[in-house]
């Protein structure tokens, strides 16, 4: 794609992209941001950890606003204007905020997002305010929130653009086709942290569509993972007060619970619960060992794949796909609470060389 400019280009965009797989009609803006082709990266530290010969990384905290979220929400807007809103509203833990309220100022619409009280994190919180949406702080969680703005949805006011959405399935379908198109095909497994659940329903329906199509051959196994103080689908039922300090699957009544077990059967997958340790392990290790720093959620796929992997869980040959779905600046919180406090040292090269850890030579 070009931008009319000479020497500039811009970024395709997934509309475009994969607009002959999408449900789009000539009506339909072809909005973006340049989200999506994210890049698909070795883990070669963690195939040295687990043995397994080919792991991959899926970066998608390098979407615009440094979520999956963007994948579907491009579409779920663009079909909102299309279709005559003036404004969109959603629930959210801080992922969807975030993405909603910069397609929507893109678009030229107003947004609304309603969070849970002191559960978002501030990176997310604070996206969401400065791409001008109205934010709206409830005292209650993910579930009572995205009940309010159901029934606001259903007076015509606003368009909801919440996972329910079925375009924001749609998009986050996209996710799949890139793994494909990068690998030549779909790898053996793909593991995946599970919130709402959304996520997991998307990435099986995209490879799906593409065997459907012929562009692949064998569908992955679904490996999805939660929290255990969060772990509705796991443990198929309801959690009335979910707790996890990853607060993007911090979710006690997944909407896409019963698509995500369905994912699994028919895949034959696994689902497993991590635990608040196993999630930060594998968060320092991403960032220590790998060079990538994700949100605490992100690192419940690498978490999980860690203790199906010791378990022999496992093919050593299959090709693996971690998605990492949000960067890490997302939740700079949680990474400064598990950080030393940095004590002011003198201005001087010997200050300074005790504490890098350096051998100067004299």
Not at 155 to 179: K, S
Not at 331 to 350: H, K, Q, R, W
Request: hydrophobic share 45%.
């Amino acid at each position: 794609m070009t931008t009319g400019i000479p020497g500039v280009s811009a970024p395709e965009g997934l509309l475009r992209a994969y607009g002959d797989l999408l449900p789009l009609t000539g009506r339909t803006p072809l909005l973006s941001l340049g989200e999506g082709h994210t890049p698909l990266i070795r883990g070669h530290a963690i195939e040295q950890r687990t043995g397994l010969r080919r792991v991959f990384l899926k970066l998608e905290g390098c979407n615009p606003t440094g979520s999956f979220k963007d994948r579907g929400m491009v579409l779920a807007v663009a079909k909102a204007v299309e279709e005559g809103a003036r404004a969109v509203i959603c629930a959210s833990t801080g992922n969807t905020s975030a993405s909603a309220a910069a397609y929507a100022a893109r678009a030229g619409l107003r947004a609304l997002v309603v969070v849970p009280d002191g559960y978002v994190a501030a990176g997310k919180l604070a996206q969401a305010l400065a791409y001008g949406a109205r934010v709206a702080a409830i005292r209650g969680n993910f579930d009572q929130a995205l009940a309010v703005v159901r029934e606001l949805a259903a007076t015509g006011a606003a368009t909801l653009v919440n996972h329910i959405n079925p375009y924001r399935i749609d998009g986050q379908q996209t996710g799949a086709w890139e793994i494909c198109d990068a690998l030549g095909g779909a790898p053996a497994y793909v593991c995946l942290p599970m919130g709402n659940a959304g996520n997991i329903t998307a990435y099986w329906k995209g490879f799906r569509r593409y065997r459907d199509l012929g562009r692949i051959t064998v569908l992955p196994r679904m490996m999805g993972f939660q929290a255990e103080g969060a772990a509705a689908v796991v443990l198929d039922r309801m959690i009335e007060q979910p707790t996890t300090a990853a607060t993007a699957i911090r979710i006690g009544n997944p909407a896409s619970r019963a698509a995500a077990i369905a994912a699994r059967a028919e895949s034959g997958g696994q689902f497993a619960m991590v635990s608040e340790e196993e999630i930060r392990a594998a968060y320092q290790f991403l960032a220590a060992q790998e060079g990538v720093f994700v949100e605490p959620a992100s690192a419940a796929s690498v978490a999980g794949l860690f203790k199906l992997a010791a378990a022999e869980g496992l093919k050593r040959d299959g090709a693996v796909v971690c998605i990492l779905t949000g960067n890490g600046l997302k939740d700079p919180e949680y990474a400064l609470s598990l950080m030393n406090e940095l004590p002011a040292i003198p201005a001087t090269v010997g200050a300074v060389a005790a504490a890098a850890g350096l051998d100067v030579p004299t």
